[in-house]
T-cell receptor, first 113, second 113 residues
Framework: DAGVIQSPRHEVTEMGQEVTLRCKPI?????LFWYRQTMMRGLELLIY????????DSGMPEDRFSAKMPNASFSTLKIQPSEPRDSAVYFC???????????FGPGTRLTVL | DAKTTQPTSMDCAEGRAANLPCNHS???????VYWYRQIHSQGPQYIIH???NNETNEMASLIITEDRKSSTLILPHATLRDTAVYYC??????????????FGKGTHLIIQP
């Protein structure tokens, strides 16, 4: 299994631009999580899906952030418009089942200038 | 989720056992103890989890005290590749779903050659 796949691995953009991060979970997993990591705040859960349905988006910082999961093998996290304070590493993770461990992707390092 | 307390950093000699403590004095009866680690520039990696019994897998052992207020992660023969930040997480479950992980600051384990 290839594990959780994220793209792009690095993204540099200018303030005000739209940014789309992509994630392919491990096949067969029914939970998908988006996290953000910064030096100041550490790892934070943004949103998670169960069977493609968003369950808890209370960690999404503001309306500029949106996430979708159109099918079991693909999810996107979109920031529009992006701001310098959105600079962080964004991780996607997936798991199977109720008490399962989460498998994390390699992350996308986002820099907003 | 219950709060956890971990030392900020620890050193261990290569080849020796690394013992990482975690306090979770407010843990509830249905909460599991999870351990993850994050090697520099990588996504977090699942290590082990348990409820009240000691657990062992190919990576580590988890010792949970009888009152469940603390636990210890043991890496039996530490190598330089075990240098990482280790997170102890107590995970609550809501309804029928798996909540995301709440990461604290973790312990930065440095394996010395």
């Amino acid at each position: 299994d290839a594990g959780v796949i994220q793209s792009p691995r690095h993204e540099v953009t200018e303030m005000g631009q739209e940014v789309t991060l992509r994630c392919k979970p491990i096949s067969g997993h029914d939970y998908l999580f988006w996290y953000r990591q910064t030096m100041m705040r550490g790892l934070e859960l943004l949103i998670y899906f169960n069977n493609n349905v968003p369950i808890d988006d209370s960690g999404m910082p503001e309306d500029r952030f949106s996430a979708k999961m159109p099918n079991a093998s693909f999810s996107t996290l979109k920031i529009q418009p992006s701001e310098p304070r959105d600079s962080a590493v964004y991780f996607c993770a997936s798991s199977f089942g109720f008490r399962a461990s989460s498998f994390f992707g390699p992350g996308t390092r986002l820099t907003v200038l | 989720d219950a709060k956890t307390t971990q030392p900020t950093s620890m050193d261990c000699a290569e080849g020796r056992a690394a013992n990482l403590p975690c306090n979770h004095s407010t843990i509830s009866g249905n909460e599991y103890v999870y351990w993850y680690r994050q090697i520099h520039s990588q996504g977090p990696q699942y290590i082990i989890h348990g409820l009240k019994n000691n657990e062992t897998n190919e990576m580590a052992s988890l010792i949970i005290t009888e009152d469940r207020k603390s636990s210890t992660l043991i890496l039996p023969h530490a190598t330089l590749r075990d240098t990482a930040v280790y997170y102890c997480i107590v995970r609550a479950y809501s309804g029928g779903g798996a909540d995301g992980l709440t990461f604290g600051k973790g312990t930065h384990l440095i394996i010395q050659p």
